[in-house]
């Protein structure tokens, strides 16, 4: 399928599908006169990429895990050698930064108690 049939079947416009290619997620074949050809598993493919995305997980950990990725609906990550190691660690930067966000909360919650406080000068 070309391009904008796959762009269609996603609904990822193809500046973002041509983005994936040059970071090396999708692998289109090209014909005679150039154009990307993608083979029929591509739309499965780009689904499983936007689901990682949308994990927390980049492009660089995504195109360590594709060749890990497979065609099983529910299970689209084999653990091989790298796939555990680098979901683990995108999940415990997620929990550090859940903490972190949560030390903020719990500061501005002191601060606005302490804004609220004060008198207002003049009074």
Known sequence: MLIGELARRTSVSTRL???????GLLQPQRDSLGYRSYAEDAPERVGRIRDMLAAGLST???RSLLP???G????WIQACDKSVGVVESRQS?????IAALERQ???????????RKVEPAGR
């Open 17 to 23: 599908l041509r983005y994936y290619e040059e970071q």
């Open 60 to 62: 660089e950990d995504i």
């Open 68 to 70: 890990c990725a497979t």
């Open 72 to 75: 099983h609906v529910g299970k």
């Open 93 to 97: 930067d997620l929990d550090n930064r």
């Open 105 to 115: 909360r719990e500061l501005l919650a002191v601060q606005r108690a302490s804004i």
